[in-house]
């Protein structure tokens, strides 16, 4: 009886044999089949080492340029600007109670010799985040802030988001503008520096993680807010201006105030000395920002 006999076993297990040996010759032919189409896809869009491509080899110059044609490297920015760079090794002080730094982006403008008046006259230390401006007028206006003890940090050359925002050269571009051309000037490097928008903002939301960075491992130390004059606007008024500061230091141990030096903002000018009188009679005091100063910085977005 041929069922249920050894025999049949024997013929049922070399079936299933040659079936597993079959499956599996013919699932590693599609495999591939579909890998070589892969590769060509991927070679056709320039993520895929072709067969002629070089090997990587880093004792090769010759061979790191080609590779460099075939796959740019993420950090090629850090090779710009040697100089540009700040010795830091960014131990900060201990924030003071009650303490104030009074801020001003956008200058120099045709009020900042008034906003530097008032200063001197209430014996206040600020800081200016500069966007370029090599006019002998501005030149003279940036060796006077340093000359009375203000500290200058780097705003922006052209403060256009969209340009400086692009890549992480194009941030180092427009920084380095600005950078250089207040050392020349004032003899004085900039170690400081704030963001256009802030450090994070709808338009560099693509590059802020690599633009802060490289930034930092420049050395620079780089400043946001936590009170803001709320000037930025043209419809804000100076009696706003004044209780937007006023009522946002007051929920600070320590505050970093935004506020901005432009020819149109003659509101913030007029309630300045309302608000640093009113914030030294309350016990604040007001000191320039300088690298040994703890950052306020936004949060990183998820």
Not at 82 to 90: E, Q
Not at 149 to 160: A, E, F, K, M, P
Not at 266 to 286: H, M, N, Q, R
Request: proline share 4%; net charge negative.
């Amino acid at each position: 009886m041929y069922f249920g006999s050894i025999r049949f076993y024997k013929h049922v297990i070399l079936i299933v044999l040659t079936l597993v040996v079959a499956c599996s010759v013919a699932s590693c032919v599609l495999m591939g089949i579909s890998n070589r189409h892969l590769k060509k896809i991927l070679q056709e869009n320039g993520l895929a080492v072709s067969a002629e491509s070089p090997s990587f080899n880093s004792d090769s110059e010759n061979q790191s340029d080609e590779l460099r044609s075939h796959y740019p490297a993420s950090f090629d920015y850090q090779k710009l600007y040697p100089n540009l760079a700040i010795d830091n090794d960014f131990i900060y002080k201990e924030d003071l109670p009650k303490s104030v730094y009074l801020t001003f982006d956008d200058g120099p403008s045709s009020l900042t010799p008034q906003i530097l008046d008032i200063l001197k006259e209430y014996n206040i230390k600020a800081t200016f985040f500069i966007v370029y401006n090599d006019s002998m007028e501005s030149q003279a206006l940036y060796k006077r802030m340093i000359s009375e003890g203000h500290t200058i940090g780097v705003h922006s050359t052209c403060h256009q988001y969209h340009t400086i925002y692009q890549s992480p050269d194009a941030f180092l571009d427009d920084f380095a503008q600005t950078a250089l051309m207040l050392e020349q000037v004032t003899g004085v490097k900039p170690e400081i520096l704030r963001f256009p928008g802030g450090s994070i903002n709808s338009y560099n939301k693509a590059v802020y993680p690599q633009i802060i960075g490289e930034m930092l491992r420049r050395g620079y130390t780089y400043y946001d807010w936590n009170v803001s004059a709320d000037d930025a606007t043209s419809t804000v008024t100076e009696k706003q201006i004044y209780s937007n500061v006023i009522n946002g230091v007051k929920r600070y141990n320590k505050s970093i105030v935004l506020m901005h030096d432009l020819s149109n903002k003659s509101d913030t000018v007029s309630a300045l000395p309302d608000i640093i009188s009113e914030l030294k009679s309350e016990g604040y005091t007001f000191y320039p920002l300088t690298k040994d100063v703890r950052p306020v910085a936004f949060d990183y977005v998820d």
